[in-house]
């Protein structure tokens, strides 16, 4: 099985030390490269093709929001997970509407940051619990309550688990074990999902499953 290619992007060495010892005894990660501001990461993923870019916010010159933008604009298939001190909102859908796959502080656990890389790692959106609450505050502009319901309603049994467990923040391979169907088979519900109820990304999936109650915000 491939390794997860990361690159690390953050302003400060002892940081970047410190993740570094973290990936390094991770057996499924090799980090692919450093960077310590937003236009080295643009120029560092040109390069390295990673498949995960671990992003610091605030970053002297240009920062993690812009060259997250950047990044998705050229590099679509590089997933973003942004590591940061800031827990406020505005830098929060900032990161997600630049295109990051999620959005994690740096005071997490270790394990939590491991779990967050293997989860946008499969495309996926992780979310932070203390942070997910933000989007409860979300409402989607194509949808109101009454016709979210409705739009509910007309998701098979199945598609309701898998868009409850992408909510979550599983990968595909950890549904398909759970659900005892294979990785494929969760890809395709998921554009169904996604279909039927015109959402266009996965973090609107989550929003959407959060505002209909599938799944719970502490």
């Given at each position: 099985m491939s390794k997860i290619r990361l690159l690390l992007v953050d302003d400060h060495e002892i940081v970047r030390a410190g993740l570094r010892m973290l990936f390094l005894a991770e057996p499924d990660m090799e980090i692919v490269g450093e960077a310590g501001g937003g236009a080295d990461a643009i120029r560092a993923v040109a390069d390295l093709h990673p498949d995960v870019v671990l992003m610091d916010v605030a970053m002297p010159g240009m920062n993690g929001i812009e060259a997250t933008r950047r990044i998705k604009e050229a590099n679509p298939e590089t997933a973003i997970l942004a590591l940061t001190m800031y827990e406020d909102e505005q830098y929060f859908f900032e990161m997600l509407n630049a295109g990051a796959s999620g959005y994690i502080p740096k005071r997490a656990a270790p394990d939590d940051l491991?779990?967050?890389?293997?989860?946008?790692?499969?495309?996926?959106?992780?979310?932070?619990?203390?942070?997910?609450?933000?989007?409860?505050?979300?409402?989607?502009?194509?949808?109101?309550?009454?016709?979210?319901?409705?739009?509910?309603?007309?998701?098979?049994?199945?598609?309701?688990?898998?868009?409850?467990?992408?909510?979550?923040?599983?990968?595909?391979?950890?549904?398909?074990?759970?659900?005892?169907?294979?990785?494929?088979?969760?890809?395709?519900?998921?554009?169904?999902?996604?279909?039927?109820?015109?959402?266009?990304?996965r973090v609107e999936l989550v929003k959407y499953a959060i505002s209909r109650g599938l799944i719970r915000v502490e």
């Open positions: 491991v779990s967050a890389i293997r989860v946008v790692s499969q495309g996926n959106v992780f979310l932070y619990a203390s942070l997910a609450r933000f989007l409860l505050n979300e409402v989607l502009p194509t949808h109101d309550a009454k016709a979210g319901d409705s739009l509910t309603e007309e998701l098979t049994p199945r598609e309701r688990e898998v868009l409850t467990h992408i909510a979550e923040g599983k990968t595909n391979r950890e549904i398909a074990d759970v659900l005892i169907i294979s990785p494929k088979t969760v890809d395709r519900h998921r554009e169904n999902i996604m279909q039927k109820l015109n959402l266009h990304s």
